[in-house]
């Protein structure tokens, strides 16, 4: 079983930024693709950003395009690899609790939204945008 932990949410002002880290095992990122979903209240999951492990190509929900960068780190810690989601110019819309979901290869340009692609999941990190 891969084990998956998130941190870094929070309450923040709208215009403000978070980013959540994602921590997995060292090797994971060596043959799973990382995505970021998030679910607020009431709605379905959504995909909104996933970075591969074939060679770290991106791919972004166009709500969040251009405001958030996901990316990883696989040189740090020697016992685990960390993928980052940096979200800038937060809004009460991004109000959500945010998952990150590892996927075992790469995902389709249209498919990396896709929740059934993912095996793995972790238990969600609460991101909370409001004055």
């Known amino acids: 079983q891969l084990q998956l932990v998130e941190s870094g949410g929070g309450l923040v002002q709208p215009g403000g930024s978070l980013r959540l880290s994602c921590t997995a095992p060292k090797s994971t990122l060596d043959y799973f693709s990382i995505g970021w979903f998030r679910q607020a209240p009431g709605k379905e999951r959504e995909g909104i950003a996933c970075?591969?492990?074939?060679?770290?190509?991106?791919?972004?929900?166009?709500v969040v395009e251009g405001r958030f960068t996901i990316s990883k780190d696989a040189a740090g810690d020697s016992a685990k690899s960390t993928v980052y989601l940096q979200m800038n110019d937060l809004q009460p819309e991004d109000t959500a609790v945010y998952y990150c979901?590892?996927?075992?290869?790469?995902?389709?340009?249209?498919?990396?939204?896709?929740?059934?692609?993912?095996?793995?999941w972790g238990q969600g990190t609460q991101v909370t945008v409001s004055s």
């Open positions: 979901a590892a996927g075992f290869g790469d995902p389709s340009p249209t498919h990396y939204n896709i929740p059934n692609f993912y095996h793995y």
């Open positions: 970075i591969t492990s074939s060679n770290g190509t991106t791919y972004y929900a166009e």
